[in-house]
């Protein structure tokens, strides 16, 4: 059972525009999304996290949106540039012992 | 050093033999975290230390692999009888504290069961 899904799988956008990846969860107990950027060969690095009693939060050019209703999340890159190129990946946690439970990735592309 | 440091980066091993996987963690983090990535599966949560402690073991793929942590800090996940399966890269994170407190995690150490 998928408890994070992720989409899309891939994304090719053109430099200065606003890739959107969403990410959707089944598991209300959830109470901590974080996204991470993995480049080749290196371990996932921590973009940016939301808890639900929030619905938006930015951090310089990333921005996640928060439905706690729809159960839904999305994160938002603001003036994409060549070196975001990268797979993205949502997670979700109910804390305590348990770990992360992440989506299968989105391997994105900024074109120049 | 700053970060979480695994080693060793690249095994290369037959099917069969034991491999033994180390992560460092941050200086100070009480708690690590043991992860497989693959094409497959994605991103996997295998076990969670608090401590020296492990108080779930249930995510460990089968009873060939097992974990130790010592000391509060450098753990080691080892692999019996290693199948083709179990090829993946093996990543260790790593935060302050348990609970919602993020994840730093290592770059991971590709296996290879050949």
């Known amino acids: 059972q998928q408890q994070v899904k992720q989409s899309p799988q891939s994304l090719i956008v053109q430099k200065g525009g606003i890739p959107i990846i969403n990410c959707a969860y089944e598991n209300t107990a959830f109470d901590y999304f974080p996204w991470y950027q993995q480049f080749p060969g290196k371990g996932p690095a921590l973009l940016i996290a939301i808890r639900p009693d929030v619905s938006e939060k930015k951090e310089g050019r990333f921005t996640i949106s928060f439905n706690k209703s729809a159960k839904q999340f999305s994160l938002h890159i603001m003036d994409s540039q060549p070196g975001d190129s990268a797979t993205y990946f949502c997670a979700a946690s109910r804390g305590g012992a348990d770990g992360l439970t992440f989506g299968k990735g989105t391997h994105l592309i900024i074109q120049p | ?114």
């Open chain 2, 1 to 114: 050093g700053a970060g979480v440091s695994q080693s060793p980066s690249n095994k290369v091993t037959e099917k069969g033999k034991d491999v033994e996987l180390r992560c460092d963690p941050i200086s100070g983090h009480t708690a690590l975290y043991w992860y497989r990535q693959s094409l497959g599966q994605g991103l996997e949560f295998l076990i969670y230390f608090q401590g020296n402690s492990a108080p779930d073991k249930s995510g460990l793929p089968s009873d060939r692999f097992s974990a130790e942590r010592t000391g509060g800090s450098v753990s080691t996940l080892t692999i019996q009888r290693t199948q083709q399966e179990d090829s993946a890269v093996y990543l260790c994170a790593s935060s302050i504290e348990a609970g919602n407190q993020p994840q730093h995690f290592g770059d991971g150490t590709r296996l290879s069961i050949l």
